[in-house]
């Protein structure tokens, strides 16, 4: 069993950074492929960002790529996505997963489907 919080939301105007943190309880967290998606008012949950390993592998959606990172801390057991050049359209409830399935070949990271436990949401809101 994997325990998530999020923190680190907040308002925030266009073009302006946040950092969110999702720490996890545990001591398994290095076994776990961590990712972050959204909801927006009225919208589906949409992935944002994923990683398997420390360094490496990581996945986005196409309109965060070079504006977003997500990175891991092992050791602090938390998941990070820092957020720069932040536009309106990035305002949503930010929810970090966990996914067993770090050493599967066939792990759909974008899809929420994949993710065995998740937080309970922090939300960003990006005025214009």
């Known amino acids: 069993q994997v325990q998530l919080v999020e923190s680190g939301g907040g308002l925030v105007q266009a073009g302006g950074s946040l950092r969110l943190s999702c720490a996890a309880s545990?001591?398994?967290?290095?076994?776990?492929?961590m990712g972050w998606f959204r909801q927006a008012p009225g919208k589906e949950r949409e992935f944002v960002a994923a990683?398997?390993?420390?360094?490496?592998?990581?996945y986005y959606l196409d309109s965060v790529k070079g504006r977003f990172t997500i990175s891991r801390d092992n050791a602090q057991n938390t998941v990070y996505l820092q957020m720069n050049s932040l536009k309106p359209e990035d305002t949503a409830v930010y929810y970090c997963?966990?996914?067993?399935?770090?050493?599967?070949?066939?792990?759909?990271?974008?899809?929420?489907?994949?993710?065995?436990?998740w937080g309970q949401g922090t939300q960003v809101t990006v005025s214009s």
């Open positions: 990683i398997r390993w420390t360094g490496g592998n990581t």
């Open positions: 997963a966990a996914s067993r399935k770090l050493y599967s070949i066939s792990w759909s990271p974008s899809a929420s489907s994949e993710y065995d436990y």
């Open positions: 545990g001591r398994t967290f290095s076994s776990y492929a």
